[in-house]
């Protein structure tokens, strides 16, 4: 059986990289869109300026916990669960040691290390990861103030089935932040069911209008905003993405 990408230490340099690294680290000599770093860290911040209880937060989809440790500073409590083990494994491990050594890729084979760290003012103890399914999540994880699916629905082999059920996951006046490049592959969601990306009867099918039919009878939208992001391949290539975020406000 093929091992899944995020399970690969390549996915686990770029994405604690992307999560945890500083500009000198990802751009070559300076040069850079720097409106594109702390994507993690912003997306943990959708919840600003709204009004909610800051008891409990989901990181839906956390990989290596950058957004879950910016929510550690609104909330008593922060949950993250990935389907990855490799990933949560590296969010443990930055939850107790703060700072860690990794190699990032220069050019082919060559690496060199470096450390990254744990952001000022975040609260490591207020956070929980576990390993975990978004399209099945155990009951007994309860109810949460705000839940945050950064980047997850492209990669969900039925994101309508998990968008479907995430209401019961929310509580009262609660809030959730989903964001998305809306990069649509069938490596990791069959055709069927892309939520957009594709002709229907001759019409094009947008994502945001599905998210609109699927979330409006139980959530109200409150904002949508672009939020670019950049994530490191090697010293002279970074992918830089531009993804939509929807926040919604449960009825």
């Known amino acids: 059986m093929e091992t899944s990408f995020y399970e690969t230490n390549k996915a686990v340099s770029e994405y604690l990289l992307f999560h945890y690294g500083k500009p000198d680290d990802i751009f070559l000599n300076g040069v850079g869109s720097t409106e594109a770093l702390d994507f993690p860290s912003r997306c943990g911040e959708l919840h600003q300026g709204f009004k909610l209880n800051r008891s409990r937060a989901l990181d839906l989809g956390c990989a290596v916990g950058g957004a879950a440790f910016a929510m550690s500073q ?12 490799a990933l949560i494994e590296s969010a443990q491990r930055m939850a107790s040691e703060s700072e860690i050594a990794i190699p990032i890729a220069v050019e082919g084979e060559l690496t ?9 003012k975040t609260q490591p103890d207020r956070v929980h990861f576990e390993q975990g399914d978004a399209m099945n999540l155990a009951p007994q994880l309860g109810r949460f103030d705000f ?8 990669r969900l082999p039925d994101p309508a089935s998990c968008l479907s059920r995430i209401h019961d996951s929310v509580s009262k006046n609660g809030i959730i932040a989903i964001t998305s490049p809306y990069t649509w592959l069938e490596e990791y969601t069959p055709k069927e069911n892309w939520l957009g990306g594709y002709l229907r009867d001759g019409y094009p099918i947008r994502t945001q209008d599905t998210l609109v039919e699927l979330l409006d009878n139980r959530f109200e939208l409150l904002d949508s905003r672009n939020l670019p992001f950049l994530i490191r391949e090697h010293e002279r290539k970074n992918q830089y993405s531009i993804a939509q975020a929807t926040i919604w406000r449960k009825r």
Request: glycine content about 4%; hydrophobic content about 50%.
């Open 74 to 85: 609104s909330f008593e409590e922060v949950v993250g669960i990935d389907f990855s083990h």
């Open 112 to 120: 060199r290390d470096i450390p990254v760290s744990l952001p000022p």
């Open 147 to 154: 839940i945050l699916m950064a980047n997850l629905i492209d």
